[in-house]
Every structure is written in C-alpha cells, then in structure tokens.
C-alpha cells in the first residue's frame, strides 16, 4: 500500500516537471515571436518616418525650385521695365537682353544662385549617384554658429560659392533639377496653345524636380508652374 502511494506521488512529480518544461518552452516562443513582431513594427514606422520626413523636404526643394523660376521672372520684369514681354526670361545675372542670354526650352541644374543649361549632367539615379548627377546635387552649408542649414541658392554672390559668413558642411542625399518648355497661349481658352520656342513665347511651363536614393530605392517628387510673360 504504501509503495503504491509512494509510486503515485513520483509520477505526479514527473508529470508536474514535464508540464513546467512544456509551459517555459511555450512562453518562450510567444515571447520570441511578440519581440520579433514588435521589432519589425518599430523598423517599419521608423523607415515611414524617414521615408515621410525626405518625402516634405524634397517637396520644399521642388516649391523653392519654382519659386526661383518665378523670382527669376519678376527681377527681369524688373530689370528689363522697359520692355518686360521681350525680356522676361533672361538667365540670372545678365544685363542685356537678347536672345543669347534667354533660358533656353531645356533642362536646367539648380547650382548656386544660377541655373545652368544640362550638357554632360545626367539627373539619373535608378543606377546609383554617378559623377553625372553632381551639378543637380544640393549642398549643406553650416554657419559660424555651427548651425546646420541648407543654402538658399538665390542668395550666393558667386556661382558655387556659399554666402558670406557660411561654409561648406557636406552633401546633402538630394538632387534637383529644372525643365523648362514654352507655349503660346491659346487666343479662345487663354490656356498653353501650341508649343513656341523661347523667343516667340507666352509662357513658360516649369517642371521643379527633386530626387533622392532611400536604401537603394529610387524616389522622387516632381512639381509644376506656369509663368507668363504678362504682369
């Protein structure tokens, strides 16, 4: 009777012991597959955070590249007084107006506190940052405060040059570019007509373009204007 007993209450013992192994490894798996689940959560909102933070400024970038357009338009209308609808589009820093100096129908980099015609550049990143893309590249400048901002590049006296008090800081991960074409205006529906060249315009469609790499992966934003000669 009493071996009996004796035998009853070691197989309980094993039971128990083989029920708390089971119980530990079970805890063990939710455990890993909570934190695992959890950690991916973390990296997804982390990589949307990023990817949404470079996503507002690449949309600031685009709205200055159009505000620059349209800068670059009001200072000729400016400059140019008298004779605002022959010398409206006039590149930067020039001060005649004949055709030579026009903004041409082309695709422009924004560098400094000019535009440039596109001659060996290549705003292409689907295969990486080449060499190509370095005049579309928007630099970090910092100040003697040590404040880290990006040059405004309307502001710079000197092609390339950061304005006074700045330094170079850096690269920043983003590229810019400028697309300009022209149209006359439609004499029915005061729209885009057909399309004119830069002489015989009436407007000028702009097209600011921002890109960036994000872990390998092409992104980009795009925004677009039209610019009259008209005031």
Do not use: H
Request: with cysteine; charged share 20%.
């Amino acid at each position: 009777m009493i071996n009996k007993i004796l035998w009853k209450l070691k197989r309980g013992i094993k039971l128990s012991k083989g029920e708390t192994i089971l119980e530990v490894i079970t805890a063990l798996f939710v455990i890993i597959i909570g934190s695992a689940t959890a950690a991916n959560l973390i990296i997804t909102s982390l990589r949307a955070n990023m990817y949404n933070r470079d996503n507002l400024i690449a949309l600031n970038l685009a709205e200055e590249g159009i505000e620059y357009m349209r800068s670059l338009r009001d200072t000729n209308w400016l400059k140019f007084s008298y004779d605002t609808q022959n010398c409206w589009n006039m590149m930067p820093n020039v001060d005649t107006c004949v055709d030579a100096s026009r903004i041409k129908d082309s695709k422009y980099f924004a560098l400094a506190d000019v535009i440039g015609a596109e001659s060996d550049g290549d705003f292409n990143l689907s295969n990486g940052v080449d060499g190509g893309d370095t005049p579309f590249l928007i630099n970090y400048y910092s100040t003697d405060g040590g404040d880290l901002t990006r040059k405004d590049f309307m502001s710079s006296a000197n092609v390339g040059a950061p304005p006074l008090g700045y330094s170079l800081a850096g690269n920043s991960k983003f590229f810019r570019s400028i697309y300009v074409s022209y149209k006359t205006l439609d004499p029915v529906t005061g729209g885009p007509g057909v399309a004119a060249t830069e002489v015989s315009e009436d407007m000028m469609l702009v097209t600011s373009e921002v890109g960036w790499l994000d872990s390998g992966i092409v992104r980009s934003v795009s925004l677009n204007s039209a610019l009259t000669k008209y005031k």
